[in-house]
DNA sequence: CTACGTGCAAACGGTTTGCACTAGA
DNA sequence: TCTAGTGCAAACCGTTTGCACGTAG
């Protein structure tokens, strides 16, 4: 599956002046095996022959190639990561807070319609020029309750 | 104004065991002074008599009693802090990718109608109970265009 | 050859904690 | 009086950086 997933990559990192490197590519396969959010210190257990720095170094250079991005935490653990929504598609997170986990949702598409219909509006309302949103839903997962 | 607020936190707080103090009063006064979220850096340079640990702590205990909630970031300035939703009203944030600065908004009752039956529509779906919601739209503010 | 990428170890900075002291009921 | 709260300084830990080496083009 999803060569053109690399293919698509690969093409973000050349138009930013940067290279798919094996480093950067363990890292983004470690990812998507995991099918959701991870964070720094999960991609370093996950991945063979990830160091810390390079992990933090190319974090950056794939989130500038909109690669990736890097969702914040209240938690202790830091920052999380996933793929750019370009690529993995729109979605939102749930966010348990007894297991600290993310897991990806889609909305029903009436919902995100009302969602970009309120960018607008708070665009037109504000002068604040939105670029995009995010939804996070917290409570607790199934197996925490 | 709103000594019926101050009412309202001490009374959460008594509920949790703790004591509406000065350094915890003085701490919810910058808050509400500067009418936006703040980081904690902020809430130290703007109170008098504030010091870093006490903060801290007190963010936790405050927190824990549902008076002040914190707010996730991927900036390196740390957490932010606003009053909980119950005693503020709810609202969302605007997040400027420029000047880094949180701005609340208001949603139209239409938007937020929607998103509550989204998440029950996830809680049946999913298993997942949901508490609550937060929207945020980044994008850059009307100054930093 | 030359610039980009990597790994290690040290530095950095926001947050937490140990401990002695203070204040509120 | 007695427990909760406070301030200082040190510890902690996620993240960043300097530097020497490796690698792709």
Same mark, same amino acid.
Request: charged residues 30%.
């Given at each position: 599956?999803?060569?053109?997933?690399?293919?698509?990559?690969?093409?973000?990192?050349?138009?930013?002046?940067?290279?798919?490197?094996?480093?950067?590519?363990?890292?983004?396969?470690?990812?998507?095996?995991?099918?959701?959010?991870?964070?720094?210190?999960?991609?370093?257990?996950?991945?063979?022959?990830?160091?810390?720095?390079?992990?933090?170094?190319? $974090?950056?250079?794939?989130? #500038?190639? +909109?690669?990736?991005?890097?969702?914040?935490?209240?938690?202790? /653990? *830091?920052? @999380?990561? =996933?793929?750019?929504?370009?690529?993995?598609?729109?979605?939102?997170?749930?966010?348990?807070?007894?297991?600290?986990?993310?897991?990806?949702?889609?909305?029903?598409?009436?919902?995100? $319609?009302?969602?970009?219909? #309120?960018? +607008?509006?708070?665009?037109?309302?504000?002068?604040?020029?939105? /670029? *995009?949103? @995010?939804? =996070?839903?917290?409570?607790?997962?199934?197996?925490?309750?």
């Amino acid at each position: 599956m999803a060569d053109s997933l690399h293919d698509a990559i690969e093409a973000r990192l050349e138009q930013a002046g940067n290279r798919y490197t094996r480093g950067r590519r363990r890292l983004i396969e470690v990812l998507l095996e995991a099918g959701r959010p991870l964070t720094v210190r999960e991609l370093l257990e996950r991945g063979e022959r990830l160091s810390t720095s390079s992990v933090y170094r190319n $974090l950056g250079v794939l989130e #500038a190639s +909109r690669v990736l991005r890097q969702i914040p935490s209240v938690g202790d /653990d *830091g920052v @999380r990561v =996933e793929l750019h929504e370009d690529l993995a598609g729109q979605h939102h997170h749930l966010d348990c807070s007894s297991c600290g986990q993310l897991i990806d949702i889609v909305l029903p598409a009436e919902v995100e $319609l009302a969602l970009s219909r #309120a960018c +607008r509006a708070v665009q037109r309302a504000t002068g604040f020029r939105a /670029d *995009g949103h @995010r939804l =996070e839903l917290f409570g607790m997962c199934r197996s925490c309750q």
